[in-house]
């Protein structure tokens, strides 16, 4: 009973300390709107005892959200990582003194990362509100859940390409530079609307949760694989989460233009197979839901 | 929170191994999911509502100079008070202390993280004041964007290599709870009110822009320490 005291106490005491760096941080945001509201717009602030309250809320919140990135975040990004990449874990426990790495031995690392962004992505609130928009503006040719499943994809290929990156050590650059120039030439070719958005999606999804265990599990992982250094290895994995999904949205919006187009000049041809050929299309492809939406719609409006 | 499914998942299916500090996990996860409901419950009910009108109110007023003073502060205090960036920058200190880039002392790793923030908020607000005159003027974004990549590029061949994973992942954690909705606020608020702007192609970008510049600014500023 009394070490848990001690340790109650120690919480209140790192609770405390956080609280007031937190204050540090916050102050400027407050600073410049209220600032700018009474000396250039100079109306008084609507609802003041709303937004103090509000304001109180949103310190509280941060230091415990800061207390708790501490505490479970970080340590489990860097665990997850450390026990993934364990020789013993590996190769199993009769081979663990055999130090033969290769890239391949790390498939687990990679299935993680790729779970992780995947999942996280998926649930992503603003992700959604986006993809509402979005569907509302390209007139359904964008289904919600196409772009939302673009954008996971996006960001679960970008995470495990990074941890990839950080097992075998090549300079993060060269992989940066590669996909600038993909982004580049397709913008020219993705549908205009879209390069916005797709620019956007980028910075969008990579959430509060995410990115401190997304750092963690890339800073852990240069410290266990051999031969890496947590300084110049363990980050990048975020750079890669924020440049795959403008790719994949953009891709998406391809394959979504292409598709209505081609479904369109075969229901003017009117030919009796295109359901099946169309049908036998849509397995191989990497979006499959959105498909039998886009579909109706199209037929509606040839009719 | 898919990420807890994912983690016990891997955790008991994959690794077979029980979480150390399972009681301190639980606590630590507990603190998390209550510190981001409060954060978002107090964002929605104080700043967003301010920020908000502001970002309208401006838009509307007309002033180029107050709306770019404006833009610029806007960029650099939401960027300021990013949680994920405080995290983030304090484990990157963390990190160059550990490897001897910087003294191991909290005061180095302090300013460290400091400069850090302080750079990836300046170059924010930069981004912003940059996207609000590309709104203003209707240019089209693309190549804005391509010429920050060059922009990137060239600097990435001068920047010393242990800051090029920190700068480059900047770019991605500046823009999340805070920066993204005031900033999108501003950015549509602002493309609706000016006539022949389309909110969806011209009101979108801002966030692009917020990601691309504390890349170019981080290398710079690595490059001056």
């Given at each position: 009973m009394g070490a848990f005291i001690v340790e109650f106490v120690a919480y209140i005491d790192r609770f405390i300390e956080i609280l007031s760096h937190t204050i540090d941080d916050v102050i400027p945001i407050l600073v410049i709107l209220v600032g700018f509201q009474l000396f250039v717009i100079r109306k008084k602030i609507p609802n003041?005892?709303?937004?103090?309250?509000?304001?109180?809320?949103?310190?509280?919140?941060?230091?415990?959200?800061?207390?708790?990135?501490e505490q479970t975040l970080f340590p489990i990004g860097r665990l997850m990582a450390a026990q993934l990449t364990d020789p013993s874990f590996i190769f199993g426990h009769e081979m663990a003194s055999?130090?033969?790495?290769?890239?391949?031995?790390?498939?687990?690392?990679?299935?993680?990362?790729?779970?992780?962004?995947?999942?996280t992505t998926i649930a992503e609130p603003s992700l959604l509100a986006v993809a509402i928009k979005a569907?509302?503006?390209?007139?359904?040719?964008?289904?919600?859940?196409?772009?939302?499943?673009?954008?996971?994809?996006?960001?679960?290929?970008?995470?495990?390409?990074?941890?990839?990156?950080?097992?075998?050590?090549?300079?993060?650059?060269?992989?940066?530079?590669?996909?600038?120039?993909?982004?580049?030439?397709?913008?020219?070719y993705a549908p205009k609307m879209i390069v916005p958005l797709a620019y956007d999606s980028g910075g969008v999804t990579t959430s509060t949760v995410t990115v401190p265990l997304v750092a963690a599990l890339g800073l852990g992982l240069a410290e266990t694989v051999p031969?890496?250094?947590?300084?110049?290895?363990?980050?990048?994995?975020?750079?890669?989460?924020?440049?795959?999904?403008?790719?994949?949205?953009?891709?998406?919006?391809?394959?979504?233009?292409?598709?209505?187009?081609?479904?369109?000049?075969?229901?003017?041809?009117?030919?009796p197979d295109d359901q099946e050929s169309v049908s036998d299309e849509s397995d191989s492809s990497t979006n499959p839901i959105p498909k039998p939406q886009k579909q109706t719609n199209s037929t509606s409006g040839e009719k | 929170?898919?990420?807890?499914?994912?983690?016990?998942?891997?955790?008991?299916?994959?690794?077979?191994?029980?979480?150390?500090?399972?009681?301190?996990?639980?606590?630590?996860?507990?603190?998390?999911?209550?510190?981001?409901?409060?954060?978002?419950?107090?964002?929605?009910?104080?700043?967003?509502?301010?920020?908000?009108?502001?970002?309208?109110?401006?838009?509307?007023?007309?002033?180029?100079?107050?709306?770019?003073?404006?833009?610029?502060?806007?960029g650099f205090g939401t960027t300021i008070a990013e949680p994920a960036l405080i995290a983030v920058s304090a484990e990157a200190s963390k990190v160059a202390a550990t490897a001897g880039a910087i003294t191991n002392t909290t005061v180095a790793m302090k300013e460290y993280a400091d400069g850090l923030r302080l750079t990836v908020a300046l170059s924010v607000g930069f981004a912003i004041v940059l996207g609000v005159f590309r709104i203003l003027k209707g240019w089209p974004i693309h190549w804005f964007i391509i010429g920050g990549y060059i922009l990137v590029v060239i600097i990435t061949g001068f920047a010393p290599e242990e800051i090029i994973g920190i700068a480059y992942d900047s770019g991605g954690v500046t823009t999340s709870t805070i920066t993204v909705p005031l900033v999108t606020a501003l950015g549509v608020g602002l493309a609706s009110s000016i006539k022949g702007r389309n909110p969806m192609i011209d009101g979108f970008g801002l966030i692009a822009f917020a990601s691309l510049t504390p890349m170019i600014f981080v290398m710079i500023y690595g490059m001056a320490i």
């Open positions: 003041v005892k709303r937004v103090a309250t509000g304001f109180f809320f949103v310190l509280i919140g941060l230091a415990f959200f800061l207390q708790g990135l055999n130090f033969t790495f290769n890239w391949q031995d790390y498939y687990w690392v990679y299935i993680f990362a790729f779970a992780i962004g995947f999942s569907k509302e503006v390209s007139g359904g040719a964008i289904g919600t859940w196409g772009l939302r499943l673009a954008v996971a994809l996006g960001v679960a290929i970008g995470i495990s390409l990074g941890t990839f990156r950080i097992v075998t050590g090549y300079p993060i650059h060269w992989f940066i530079i590669f996909g600038y120039i993909i982004v580049v030439i397709q913008t020219f031969g890496r250094s947590a300084l110049i290895d363990g980050f990048g994995l975020i750079a890669f989460a924020s440049l795959f999904p403008i790719m994949s949205v953009m891709a998406y919006a391809q394959i979504a233009e292409y598709r209505s187009l081609k479904a369109q000049r075969r229901y003017a041809q009117n030919r | 929170m898919p990420i807890i499914l994912v983690i016990a998942f891997f955790q008991i299916a994959v690794l077979q191994q029980p979480l150390p500090n399972i009681l301190d996990l639980l606590i630590g996860t507990f603190f998390v999911v209550l510190g981001l409901t409060f954060f978002i419950y107090g964002l929605e009910m104080g700043l967003f509502p301010i920020g908000e009108s502001m970002a309208y109110d401006f838009a509307k007023k007309g002033s180029v100079v107050w709306l770019l003073l404006f833009s610029f502060a806007l």
